[in-house]
């Protein structure tokens, strides 16, 4: 199974939004409600923030939010901050699980 | 509290073998699925396999499919990872997830895997 195309990098100035997209195909993103998001600061684990598409964990900021249209889910992050600055991951679920290949949102 | 904490990690030749364990506190293991994701140096998430509940369904990536078996003691509230016939490109960090609602929450802190002459 192919990993799902994320962009490379995204940055955004504190207090700004941003988003990140996750293209997949019929047979993951597409198929089922099942993408998930995952935050992961440099020498930490990854730490889910969005499930099921849209859904926020508890604990989780509400300035994370989640959609999906078609093949291609979106992470949005509302009134940047510095700590938001990591590495995202999008991954869904299609019999198995897959990737994104990660995002590197920098706060400038 | 929830957690998982992975170990057995190390230096290894390439064909070599390894068993990595992954022991989880503050849940009932033998209610969910569990998965194996690893992370090469500098590189991206992988999914590598799940296992599910009372360990009667196991799943691989297929870059490891053959080489590795995921398993489970639920007695013991412990995952393991057995891999065989290691290569260079098994070098990762390897971590441990539970698996909600088909999302990984939470994650182990990850033990590292070198493969090596």
């Known amino acids: 199974q192919s990993a799902l195309t994320q962009p490379a990098s995204v940055s955004g100035s504190p207090g700004q939004s941003i988003t990140i997209s996750c293209t997949g195909t019929s047979s993951d993103v597409g198929s089922f409600n099942l993408v998930s998001w995952y935050q992961q600061h440099p020498g930490k684990a990854p730490k889910v923030m969005i499930y099921e598409d849209s859904k926020r964990p508890s604990g989780v900021s509400d300035r994370f939010s989640g959609s999906k249209s078609g093949n291609t889910a979106s992470l949005t992050i509302s009134g940047l901050q510095a700590e938001d600055e990591a590495d995202y991951y999008c991954?869904?679920?299609?019999?198995?699980?897959?990737f994104g290949g990660g995002t590197k949102l920098t706060v400038l | 509290e929830v957690q998982l904490v992975e170990s057995g990690g190390g230096l290894v030749q390439p064909g070599g073998s390894l068993r990595l364990s992954c022991a989880a506190s503050g849940f009932t293991l033998s209610h969910y699925w569990m998965h194996w994701v690893r992370q090469a140096p500098g590189k991206g998430l992988v999914w590598v396999s799940r296992?599910?509940?009372?360990?009667?369904?196991?799943t691989y990536a297929d870059s490891v499919k053959g080489r590795f078996t995921i398993s489970r003691d639920n007695a013991k509230n412990t995952l393991f990872l057995e891999m065989n016939s290691l290569r260079a490109e098994d070098t990762a960090i390897y971590y441990c997830a539970r698996d909600v609602r088909r999302s990984l929450d939470p994650w182990g802190q990850g033990t590292l895997v070198t493969v090596s002459s």
């Open positions: 296992i599910n509940s009372d360990g009667g369904s196991t």
């Open positions: 991954c869904s679920f299609a019999g198995s699980w897959v």
